[in-house]
């Protein structure tokens, strides 16, 4: 089975759609992502993309409300803080400083655009 990422126009994916892996393949059998693009598209309208379960396909498997970066080729979430910035070796967002890794627990504070050490309540 093939899965499908359909987009709105802002590349959010809007939902995932099974096909058989027949659906996408060419008259020798080979599977091809714009042979199973173009078959969702004449069932639902839209415009889709191929994602995959373990990742293989644009880096992890899409779901709804997540982002389809056209220019790096995978689904991110939704960027969390207007600060960050993507990162091309994780392939997701990452803050302009790196969390602490001393064992506390920290939250992004996109005012002070630093780590701010969690308070027990």
């Given at each position: 089975?093939?899965h499908f990422a359909e987009l709105d126009?802002?590349?959010?994916?809007?939902?995932?759609?099974?096909?058989?892996?027949?659906?996408?393949?060419?008259?020798?059998?080979?599977?091809?992502?714009?042979?199973?693009?173009?078959?969702?598209?004449?069932?639902?309208?839209?415009?889709?993309?191929?994602?995959?379960?373990?990742?293989?396909?644009?880096?992890?498997?899409?779901?709804?409300?997540?982002?389809?970066?056209?220019?790096?080729?995978?689904?991110?979430?939704?960027?969390?803080?207007?600060?960050?910035?993507?990162?091309?070796?994780?392939?997701?967002?990452?803050?302009?400083?790196?969390?602490?890794?001393?064992?506390?627990?920290?939250?992004?504070?996109?005012?002070?655009?630093?780590?701010?050490e969690k308070v027990a309540e």
């Amino acid at each position: 089975m093939a899965h499908f990422a359909e987009l709105d126009s802002n590349n959010t994916v809007l939902r995932i759609v099974v096909v058989k892996n027949a659906d996408t393949a060419d008259a020798k059998g080979v599977e091809k992502e714009y042979i199973g693009a173009a078959y969702c598209e004449r069932l639902f309208g839209g415009r889709w993309v191929q994602t995959s379960y373990n990742g293989s396909i644009r880096g992890r498997y899409a779901g709804a409300g997540m982002i389809y970066n056209e220019e790096h080729n995978v689904f991110t979430g939704v960027k969390p803080y207007p600060s960050w910035v993507f990162d091309s070796t994780t392939k997701d967002w990452a803050a302009p400083t790196a969390k602490p890794n001393d064992g506390k627990q920290y939250d992004w504070s996109e005012s002070t655009l630093s780590w701010v050490e969690k308070v027990a309540e």
